[in-house]
T-cell receptor, first 118, second 112 residues
């Protein structure tokens, strides 16, 4: 079956611009999480969506936002880009039953979107 | 706050030279400890989930073990294709966050 698809794979922006990244989860997976990965900080959790609702949020400024559509596809947006936003942005989907927090949260990741801010 | 520390940060091995990667964790209860493998330019790929101390899981040359404070990923007779970054993550138990907390990973290079 198809994996998690992220677009675009690579993009270059300048400071002050905004960017929108897209993620299509595995069919049947209703939970979508976003992570930022940098060499210095590793994988940092941004937010998680389930059934079009944000269920969890990491410690990032309000410039980082996201949403989920009725077909479980998700987008994240970063406004007013800063140099420090350069990173690999990873989307992961999981089979979260009923929106509850029980069970192990095994994530299936996409290949990521590599953002460079100049 | 859940914390995960992986060591070493980087490891170079000769083909066939067995070794272990360490993942020390602090979590409020433990619902699951995960190991992922990440190749350059790709997202992490799931390897194992461990649930309780004493549990072990194997896959080809990899074996993961779990104690109450740490997990080890043992690599037996590694091959160059085992070169990757290995990530450890923990998920808290009831009342804790559903979101896994990741360590910074161990970068493994296996030389032929």
């Amino acid at each position: 079956k198809a994996g998690v698809t992220q677009t675009p794979r690579y993009l270059i922006k300048t400071r002050g611009q905004q960017v929108t990244l897209s993620c299509s989860p595995i069919s049947g997976h209703r939970s979508v999480s976003w992570y930022q990965q940098t060499p210095g900080q590793g994988l940092q959790f941004l937010f998680e969506y389930f059934s079009e609702t944000q269920r969890n949020k990491g410690n990032f400024p309000g410039r980082f936002s996201g949403r989920q559509f009725s077909n479980s596809r998700s987008e994240m947006n970063v406004s007013t880009l800063e140099l420090g936003d350069s990173a690999l942005y990873l989307c992961a989907s999981s089979l979260r039953r009923g929106g509850g927090s029980s069970g192990a949260n095994v994530l299936t990741f996409g290949a990521g979107s590599r953002l460079t801010v100049l | 706050e859940d914390q995960v520390t992986q060591s070493p940060e980087a490891l170079r091995l000769q083909e066939g030279e067995s070794s272990s990667l360490n993942c020390s964790y602090t979590v409020s209860g433990l619902r699951g400890l995960f190991w992922y493998r990440q190749d350059p330019g790709k997202g992490p790929e799931f390897l194992f989930t461990l649930y309780s101390a004493g549990e072990e899981k194997e896959k080809e040359r990899l074996k993961a073990t779990l104690t109450k404070k740490e997990s080890f990923l043992h690599i037996t007779a590694p091959k160059p294709e085992d070169s990757a970054t290995y990530l450890c993550a923990v998920q808290a138990g009831p009342g804790g966050s559903y979101i896994p907390t990741f360590g910074r990973g161990t970068s493994l290079i296996v030389h032929p």
